[in-house]
Nanobody
Framework: QVQLAESGGGLVQAGGSLRLSCAASVRTFSRSNMGWFRQAPGKDREFVAAISRGGGVSIYADSVKGRFTISRDKDKNTVYLQMNSLKPEDTALYYC????????????????????WGQGTQVTVSS
């Protein structure tokens, strides 16, 4: 079974940057589309970004487009989320998730498409 472990969260001032990492424990990482989601207190979990298993396709929520970048390293079984120009509204618990997919499956925005989730890492942006 895939296990995912997020890291890199923390407290940062508005305008600052953080890079989140998500390490996957199994070899099926290379056959999985990967996604980042977040959940703020009192709000539903929302899609942030996702990347195809080969790394060639990435998609973003409109709220983070141009500020966040998702990437993956197949040799390290790790997916990253580089977050720049952070805003207080980016404050949330950030989760990574994996979606075991065939080569032609695009990365998805729907959380129900993902079968494995990490425990989350907290990101807090102060104003």
């Amino acid at each position: 079974q895939v296990q995912l472990a997020e890291s890199g969260g923390g407290l940062v001032q508005a305008g600052g940057s953080l890079r989140l990492s998500c390490a996957a424990s199994v070899r099926t990482f290379s056959r999985s589309n990967m996604g980042w989601f977040r959940q703020a207190p009192g709000k539903d979990r929302e899609f942030v970004a996702a990347i195809s298993r080969g790394g060639g396709v990435s998609i973003y929520a409109d709220s983070v487009k141009g500020r966040f970048t998702i990437s993956r390293d197949k040799d390290k079984n790790t997916v990253y989320l580089q977050m720049n120009s952070l805003k207080p509204e980016d404050t949330a618990l950030y989760y990574c998730a994996s979606d075991f997919a065939i080569l032609t499956d695009p990365p998805k925005r729907d959380a129900s498409s993902y079968d494995t989730w990490g425990q989350g890492t907290q990101v807090t942006v102060s104003s």
